[in-house]
C-alpha cells in the first residue's frame, strides 16, 4: 500500500513515532501536525476529499544519510512542512476547509503545476563540492518536481571556504548548516532544531 492510501489512523500513528524517536518536540511541529490531521478530519466530515487523496507533509516523503541531515534541514526550511496534493483543486478545497473551521494556513504542492525539474543539472568540478541537494534526497519519482520545488539547484559543500569561492553564483549551503543564497546573503550560527526533519536512511523503516 503506498504513503498516499494511508489511512488517518495509520499517519498519526506515524508522525507519533516520529514525535518519539526526536528530541525536540517543538511547537511549530505541533501546529503542522495538528494542521494536518485537522485537514483529514474536516475533509473526512465534510466529504469535500475522498479518503484516498494525496495530502502528504513533503518532509514524510524523503530520506536523507546522516551526514547530510543537518544540510538538508536547512536547505528546505520551513518547505519542509508544505504539504504535497496532486493537483490546485485539492490544494484550493483545503484552504477552504481551513478557511471556514478557521484552522489557520497552510501551503501546498500541487504536483500538476509546480515547476519541472530540469533533465539534467551541471555539477560545478570545485573541490570540496558534493553534489546537489536534490540529489542526496532519497524519494520515489514521482515526487521529483516536489523536491525541486523544495531545494532547486542547491548545491552542499563541505564547508564555508568552499562556498566563499562559489558565493552569488549559486545558492549553497555547508555540512554545518551555513546558507548561502546565491543573491549574496549569508546565514549561519547556531543551530535550532525545529523538529522538522527527514527520516534518515539509517533509521529502521516506519511501517
Same mark, same amino acid.
Given at each position: #500500500?503506498?504513503?498516499?492510501k494511508?489511512? %488517518?489512523?495509520?499517519?498519526?500513528?506515524?508522525?507519533?513515532?516520529? !514525535? #518519539?524517536?526526536?528530541?525536540?518536540?517543538?511547537?511549530? /511541529?505541533?501546529?503542522?501536525?495538528?494542521? &494536518?490531521?485537522? %485537514?483529514?478530519?474536516?475533509s473526512?466530515?465534510? !466529504?469535500?476529499?475522498?479518503?484516498?487523496? *494525496?495530502?502528504?507533509?513533503? #518532509?514524510?516523503?524523503?530520506?536523507?544519510?546522516?551526514?547530510?541531515?543537518?544540510?538538508?534541514?536547512?536547505?528546505?526550511?520551513? *518547505?519542509?512542512?508544505?504539504?504535497?496534493?496532486?493537483?490546485?483543486?485539492?490544494?484550493?478545497?483545503?484552504?477552504?476547509?481551513?478557511?471556514?473551521?478557521n484552522?489557520?494556513?497552510?501551503?501546498?504542492v500541487? %504536483?500538476?503545476?509546480?515547476?519541472?525539474?530540469? *533533465?539534467?543539472?551541471?555539477?560545478?568540478?570545485?573541490?570540496?563540492?558534493?553534489? /546537489?541537494?536534490?540529489?542526496?534526497?532519497? /524519494?520515489?519519482?514521482?515526487? %521529483?518536481?516536489?523536491? &525541486?520545488?523544495?531545494?532547486?539547484?542547491?548545491?552542499?559543500v563541505?564547508?564555508?571556504?568552499?562556498?566563499? !569561492?562559489?558565493?552569488?553564483? &549559486?545558492?549553497?549551503?555547508?555540512?554545518?548548516g551555513?546558507?548561502?543564497? !546565491?543573491?549574496?546573503?549569508?546565514?549561519?550560527?547556531?543551530?535550532?532544531?525545529?523538529?522538522l526533519? /527527514?527520516?534518515?536512511?539509517?533509521?529502521?523503516e516506519?511501517d
Open positions: #500500500m503506498t504513503i498516499s494511508l489511512s %488517518l489512523r495509520t499517519h498519526c500513528m506515524n508522525m507519533i513515532r516520529l !514525535k #518519539m524517536k526526536s528530541q525536540t518536540w517543538t511547537t511549530t /511541529f505541533k501546529l503542522h501536525v495538528r494542521k &494536518y490531521i485537522s %485537514l483529514k478530519q474536516l473526512k466530515r465534510t !466529504k469535500m476529499l475522498t479518503s484516498d487523496v *494525496r495530502l502528504i507533509p513533503l #518532509m514524510k516523503l524523503g530520506q536523507v544519510d546522516e551526514e547530510y541531515s543537518t544540510a538538508m534541514e536547512i536547505a528546505v526550511g520551513g *518547505r519542509m512542512a508544505h504539504i504535497v496534493v496532486d493537483d490546485e483543486h485539492v490544494a484550493s478545497t483545503c484552504i477552504e476547509l481551513l478557511k471556514s473551521s484552522a489557520g494556513r497552510a501551503t501546498f500541487p %504536483l500538476n503545476k509546480i515547476v519541472k525539474c530540469p *533533465r539534467s543539472l551541471n555539477l560545478p568540478k570545485d573541490k570540496g563540492v558534493i553534489d /546537489f541537494a536534490i540529489n542526496l534526497i532519497d /524519494f520515489d519519482d514521482e515526487y %521529483l518536481n516536489a523536491f &525541486y520545488y523544495a531545494v532547486g539547484e542547491t548545491l552542499v563541505e564547508d564555508r571556504s568552499v562556498a566563499n !569561492k562559489l558565493i552569488g553564483k &549559486y545558492r549553497m549551503v555547508t555540512l554545518s551555513d546558507l548561502f543564497e !546565491k543573491s549574496g546573503s549569508i546565514t549561519g550560527g547556531a543551530v535550532r532544531k525545529t523538529g526533519k /527527514f527520516a534518515q536512511n539509517s533509521d529502521s516506519i
